[in-house]
């Protein structure tokens, strides 16, 4: 498995990764989850919500969201929050790959920090179908979907920030070998 993270981390490919992940990403802040929040007075989407929500929050913002909103939800943010998960998953998997390789450290056990982002991504994955669920039930939902969803979304919000804190260190890290490296040869 890692030979096929190695051989799939060229600088090239994680960076064509790295920004049609981003591009995606900036598509779903800027057009898909506002064309929802126009119906949700103030309310955030449950997936934006990294320390999760209640039972009431959610009626209640379905509620809000009224037909269209709920419909605007499923039919536009949803499908692309489909794709998301994936690219994350991969691409992020692969940037850590990337720089772990750099440092020499990627057959180490920290090797295993690279599924940080592939199970946040499968936790978004989870998410998302159950509010795909929420959605399609509402007003019948049982609290134990809408808290299983809750546990998806706060699993997927740990571990991205999880990776992300790895992330930060690991580029720390290479930073500093590049600067050690460069006064080894003065």
Avoid: H, W
């Amino acid at each position: 498995m890692k030979e096929i993270l190695k051989r799939n981390s060229k600088g090239k490919k994680v960076l064509l990764l790295f920004v049609l992940t981003n591009l995606v990403y900036a598509f779903m802040l800027l057009v898909t989850i506002p064309k929802v929040m126009r119906f949700s007075n103030g309310m955030k989407l449950p997936d934006m919500l990294p320390t999760g929500y209640t039972v009431e929050y959610v009626n209640l913002l379905f509620n809000i969201l009224g037909e269209k909103g709920r419909e605007t939800y499923l039919l536009n943010q949803i499908p692309v929050d489909m794709i998301y998960p994936f690219l994350f998953g991969i691409s992020y998997c692969l940037v850590l790959v990337f720089f772990l390789n750099k440092l020499g450290k990627l057959d180490s056990f920290l090797g295993y920090l690279c599924l940080l982002p592939v199970l946040a991504g499968i936790f978004d994955y989870c998410e998302n179908l159950g509010i795909i669920q929420m959605l399609r039930n509402y007003p019948d939902n049982s609290d134990l979907l809408i808290e299983t969803t809750n546990v998806f979304t706060i699993l997927k919000s740990t571990f991205t920030s999880l990776y992300f804190v790895v992330l930060i260190v690991v580029l720390v890290a290479v930073g500093v070998k590049k600067l050690l490296k460069k006064d080894d040869s003065k």
